[in-house]
């Protein structure tokens, strides 16, 4: 589209939205077929189609949705996030319509910052009107299922969530008739995660996580740095609009306390029902999980062969490791372990950013050592193994592979196109080009596209490579 043509459209629609008539703003753009791969036109179509709805079944809802996730790449722009806002509050999602507000106040640079805080106090006020912490009577129910199974509460934390929600965490001493500390969280089943339909037969959409640690030489330094671990995890679902259920793993890449090298964490169900569910008033069922500290190399374990593998390699150390001691021996420690502080678990969803392609194939550079990438490439499978193992078509390989010229077939290996993404999240807006392409970071650290349709990978001139 040329200059002229832009501006023409821009000055019209800026008339017509000041007179209110938002349909004639969405029959001016989509009347030309090249609107749609312009931004700022397309952010002032997705704002009329917005404009126009009011129910979340309205078809102008799913266009302005269509349009917005169309440009993955305005994820840190204001207003783009203003608007994906309003998509989720007229859906009724006030808590992910709250979290893009927040973050689109955070980034401003858009016109209506003042509009998008007086949606945010709308939010936050219906949430509050929606119940999303425990009324004083299912605290107290709460509260009364805590000491009746762990003890008597001898401190809480106390602590908010991003909108200041209640989460806070219960502390229970060791006495004569047991050995461990327990801490219990206490608000954060009251926000109903979202589980995504297929896993909400075996997985409950309430849940409190508690925590066992021995008494033995935990000072109160120490116990703090497991609150806010603990208070951490407890957010997660929260602030990601996600859910945590068993066998899931966490980890923030640092140590959990001064005592040893643990860094990470698995949820387990491993309680009866009749001892880990408690039933609040108004129908609530509330999940309590257990959480259990571990080190980076027994979570990589996990990774790669499953929990119920990775309990048993813990039972069967030699030194009969006790998952409540925070000092125990690491089963799975390796000399010359390349594991270090990547975050393995699917920290943050992109998956909308992918077409629910789930795998890829990365180098150990990558998915082990946390290095950036510096070579991607998407490959059409003919065979159906391959295309089946790797979903998405994505190779990844890493930086100092690539300016070395030392790229290992050996170390490729299928992950989820998720991990990588949590890693290297620059990759992002380059995950729906079409097959056969290539893409290398150039020296100043910025990725360029490469057509290989009718080129060879050898004939890629060495000045793209950082």
């Known amino acids: 589209m040329d200059k002229k043509t832009k501006d023409y459209i821009l000055e019209k629609a800026n008339e017509l939205y000041q007179e209110g008539n938002h349909r004639d703003i969405i029959k001016l753009i989509t009347e030309n077929e090249e609107a749609s791969t312009d931004y700022d036109l397309a952010f002032i179509l997705a704002r009329a189609y917005i404009d126009c709805c009011n129910y979340a079944d309205d078809d102008e ?10 440009f993955p790449e305005k994820a840190n722009n204001g207003g783009w996030q203003y608007l994906i806002a309003r998509c989720r509050h007229i859906e009724g999602n006030l808590v992910d319509a709250a979290r893009h507000l927040q973050f689109a106040i955070s980034l401003g640079g ?11 106090e709308m939010c936050e006020e219906e949430i509050a009107e929606n ?25 809480i934390y106390k602590d908010k969530n991003p ?10 001493d060791s006495d004569e008739n047991k050995v461990c500390i327990f801490f219990v969280t206490i ?14 037969k075996n997985n409950f959409e309430h849940s409190e996580i508690q925590v066992s640690v021995l008494d033995e030489e935990i000072d109160d330094e120490v116990c703090e740095d497991v609150v806010a671990y603990i208070r951490a995890v407890a957010k997660f679902p929260f602030e990601h609009n996600v859910w945590i259920g068993n066998a899931h793993v966490f980890s923030n890449g640092k140590p959990i306390t001064k005592l040893s090298d643990i860094n990470a964490s698995i949820i387990v169900d491993n309680t009866p029902s009749v001892l880990s569910i408690c039933n609040l008033s108004d129908e609530i069922n509330v999940k309590f999980y257990n959480m259990f500290f571990i080190y980076s190399q027994e979570l990589e374990y996990r990774i790669n062969f499953g929990a119920k593998a990775m309990f048993e390699k813990i039972r069967e150390s030699k030194n009969n490791s006790n998952l409540y001691d925070l000092q125990r021996d690491n089963s799975c420690d390796k000399p010359n372990s390349r594991y270090t502080n990547v975050l393995l678990c699917d920290e943050i969803d992109y998956s909308e950013y992918f077409n629910g392609s789930e795998r890829c194939a990365a180098s150990k550079n990558i998915l082990y050592d946390g290095e950036r990438v510096g070579y991607m490439r998407r490959f059409d499978f003919s065979d159906e193994n391959m295309a089946k193992a790797n979903d998405s078509g994505w190779i990844f390989i890493s930086e100092s592979e690539i300016a070395n010229h030392a790229v290992d077939p050996t170390s490729i290996e299928i992950c989820s196109l998720n991990t990588i993404c949590n890693i290297d999240v620059q990759i992002i807006p380059y995950l729906q080009m079409p097959y056969e392409t290539v893409i290398v970071r150039n020296r100043s650290g910025n990725f360029e596209v490469i057509q290989t349709n009718n080129q060879n990978d050898d004939d890629i001139d060495e000045k793209h490579l950082s």
């Open 61 to 70: 809802l799913e266009l302005a949705e269509a349009i917005l996730l169309g």
């Open 110 to 120: 858009f016109e209506d910052i003042d509009k998008a805080n007086e949606l945010l």
């Open 131 to 155: 119940s999303l912490s425990y009324t004083d009577e299912q605290r107290s129910e709460i509260i009364s299922y805590i000491e009746n199974r762990f003890g008597k509460i001898t401190r």
């Open 163 to 172: 909108l200041g929600l209640p989460i806070d965490i219960a502390r229970i």
């Open 187 to 200: 608000g954060m089943g009251a926000y109903k995660m979202n589980i995504p339909p297929e896993y909400q």
